[in-house]
């Protein structure tokens, strides 16, 4: 089951490596080489394939494909039919569908489905390996403890003892080549001096010496010595005659081969040549029996390009005449809304009642400028009735008789 980060200790995040190892040999075992990979005509997986790490080359497209497919596959492996997914379906689709199957195999699922949309990282390998267990299931596969066999440390040393020794010699013998020819030579010297002290005692012969060695004990010890005599040389792959014996091997080999292809291909060549010409025969036939649908084809392909022709030319004259209308239509709305404005002020009646106040507003001004002018003629007339009264009054006072004055004085 999936942990928590906060709950997870410091090797969590190479985790993901070991399930995907797992991951991998489980699929082996469900032999998802010739069951997938063949029938997609797609390479193996590598060990890490489904781990999202920043050291490993990643390729989102390609790993999410190669996820739908193994999901899909595991699925139906399991005993549940599932349809396999397309390169063009919806992606969140098919990441659904494959985790409602995984809901349905009793697993809990607590992550969002789109952590599976990039095709690597620690859920889609979650999910490869708990549908690859149902598929093991399935199948009636279960891993089992390894039985360890007993140590027997003292044969187990012999034999490696052993083995040390055989290989000793065997690199002797490869190695010293050189010392095997001066033991033969020392061995030839050796009966040569036998065989001359055979035939004469002195050391100083006088005459031709003749071997007295019978020819078919000779045989024998030539047989006998012989194995000894062969001189082994390791092969080295960096010495260049070594490279020309294979380019002359692989030389005679590409001989050999072209003399046997060479006339599958001249047949073959021969055969595509007749088809080439029944090809082009039967396309001059085609090319005469066609050639009125032809010509009638030309003919009307160029009456669409003229019909063609005068549609844009009338489509341009829709388009000045329809700008036309629309800068008439402005116009029009122009004046509609003036007329509406002075319909609407005639018909309103806000004026003459407007009128009607002013109107009674005047006459009370009137009215009161009468008061006024009324009060300021009283005024006057009282004061020219005053003035006069003083007038009458001041004449009668500078007409007074003299003897009246006198009397008094």
């Not at 066609?290 to 009307?300: D, K, V």
């Amino acid at each position: 089951m999936l942990v928590d980060e906060e709950d997870r200790g410091p090797g969590a995040a190479h985790q993901v490596f070991v399930v995907m190892e797992c991951l991998l040999e489980k699929l082996k075992v469900l032999n998802y080489e010739e069951e997938v990979l063949a029938k997609h005509n797609m390479k193996n997986l590598s060990r890490h394939y489904f781990v999202s790490s920043p050291y490993l080359a990643s390729n989102p497209g390609e790993q999410f494909y190669m996820f739908t497919i193994m999901a899909a596959w595991l699925i139906n492996v399991a005993g549940r039919p599932f349809t396999e997914p397309q390169e063009y379906d919806e992606p969140n689709a098919t990441v659904s569908n494959i985790l409602a199957e995984l809901r349905a195999f009793g697993v809990k699922v607590d992550f969002p489905p789109s952590k599976l949309k990039t095709g690597s990282g620690e859920y889609v390998c979650f999910v490869l390996d708990r549908l690859a267990e149902e598929a093991l299931k399935r199948r009636g596969f279960t891993f089992r403890r390894p039985n360890y066999p007993s140590e027997n440390t003292e044969e187990e040393s012999v034999i490696e003892d052993d083995a040390e020794l055989t290989l000793s010699k065997v690199e002797e013998e490869m190695i010293e080549p050189d010392d095997e020819e001066e033991n033969v030579m020392d061995l030839e010297a050796l009966k040569l001096r036998t065989t001359h002290i055979e035939a004469e005692p002195s050391s100083k012969p006088d005459e031709i010496l003749e071997s007295t060695v019978d020819a078919a004990e000779w045989n024998l010890e030539v047989e006998r010595v012989l194995p000894q005599l062969k001189v082994t040389i390791r092969t080295d792959n960096k010495d260049w005659r070594i490279h020309v014996d294979q380019m002359h091997q692989h030389r005679d080999g590409i001989k050999s081969s072209l003399k046997e292809a060479k006339s599958y291909l001249d047949k073959l060549q021969e055969d595509i040549g007749k088809t080439l010409e029944k090809v082009s025969s039967r396309e001059k036939y085609i090319n005469n029996q066609l050639e009125h649908l032809i010509q009638e084809y030309r003919s009307a392909q160029a009456k669409l390009s003229e019909a063609k022709e005068r549609y844009q030319q009338a489509s341009g004259g829709v388009t000045e005449r329809t700008r036309v209308l629309a800068e008439i239509s402005e116009e029009l709305e122009k004046v509609k809304q003036e007329m509406e404005e002075k319909g609407s002020s005639m018909s309103d009646g806000a004026p003459v009642v407007k009128i009607k106040q002013s109107l009674t507003k005047l006459k009370q001004e009137v009215v009161q400028m009468d008061v006024r002018i009324g009060v300021v003629e009283h005024t006057l007339l009282q004061a020219k009735l005053k003035e006069k009264s003083n007038m009458t009054r001041d004449m009668h006072a500078t007409n007074i008789p003299e003897p009246a004055a006198g009397t008094f004085t």
